[in-house]
């Protein structure tokens, strides 16, 4: 990779906007942060708000990262408020993901509804 395609890749991966789905009463918001080629971890903020049914989800266990040729990552870790309440907030963090995907997906099943909300970037 030249270095202006890696300083590219990561000013483009740094900017990506977050994105949202509201269903079954359940908004959740989610905002990549830093998916750079040499960062340690890939973190996406999530943000889970609703009024009508606690969020017990365990982040860790319901989430995974998907890259363009379709292979599964499950997250490393959640960091962030426990299950319970009607207001979550976190980071959920990834080993990257290796070969310099096109674009990825952040499914997230059960959350309000059983099933899985995706949110969808393109990285180049």
């Known amino acids: 990779m030249t270095l202006s395609l890696a300083f590219t ?12 789905t509201d269903a079954a009463g359940v908004t959740v918001t ?13 973190d996406f903020e999530i943000t889970m708000e609703t009024h009508t049914k606690p969020l017990e989800q365990d982040l860790a ?11 599964q990552y499950k997250p490393s870790a959640w960091k962030g408020d426990p299950p319970g309440g009607h207001h979550r907030k976190g980071v959920l963090q990834f080993a990257p993901v290796p070969g310099n995907p096109k674009s990825l997906e952040l499914r997230i099943t ?3 509804a059983p099933e899985a909300r995706v949110f969808a ?4």
């Open 121 to 124: 970037w393109k990285l180049r």
């Open 9 to 20: 890749a990561m000013a483009s991966a740094q900017t990506l906007p977050p994105r949202s």
């Open 61 to 71: 266990r319901v989430s995974l990262l998907v890259d363009d040729g379709a292979k």
């Open 110 to 112: 059960g959350v309000g």
């Open 30 to 42: 989610v905002k990549p942060l830093g998916l750079t080629p040499g960062a340690k971890t890939w």
